[in-house]
């Protein structure tokens, strides 16, 4: 595979903490995003709990995924200002995976690599 420089960033945060990682993206020159509502389940075991006598569990949690694809932006700083912006400290602020992007295409202009992005 080629290597293009160019990386995706996968974020699953805390839907509450979109705004400040939004912000925090903006100042770190990185703005474009693709922003997706998901579930999802971190390392902890499922809860218990009980509504009307009935028992049910707990195991997915809403969370907010953001992609964001950069190219000049340095990878790193794009994954600081995700964990500045989506930290609490608490369990359940979220995980950042780097992903190889292997080209990119702005349909647009039909320019090609890391200029499209
Ligand atoms: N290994 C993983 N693969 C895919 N998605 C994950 C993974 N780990 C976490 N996620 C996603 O991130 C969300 C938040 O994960 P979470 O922060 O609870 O991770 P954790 O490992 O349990 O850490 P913590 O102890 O801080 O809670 C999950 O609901 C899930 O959507
Ligand atoms: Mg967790």
């Known amino acids: 595979m080629s290597d293009t420089g160019i990386k995706m960033v996968v ?12 912000q925090a993206l903006v100042e770190a020159d990185a703005p474009s995003l693709t ?16 509504w009307r006598g009935e028992e049910y569990v707990v195991d997915l ?27 609490t400290g608490e369990k359940g602020d979220g995980k950042i995976f780097v ?12 320019e090609e690599g890391p200029k499209a992005v």
């Open 99 to 110: 992903l190889p992007v292997e080209d990119a295409v702005q349909i647009r202009t039909g």
């Open 35 to 50: 922003v997706t509502n998901v579930s999802g389940r971190g390392s902890q075991p499922a809860k218990k709990g009980q």
């Open 11 to 22: 974020a699953v945060i805390r839907p509450d903490k979109l705004g400040d990682v939004k």
């Open 61 to 87: 949690h809403q969370k907010v995924k953001i992609e964001c694809v950069v190219a000049d932006t340095p990878v790193d700083d794009v994954v600081e200002a995700i964990k500045d912006g989506a930290h």
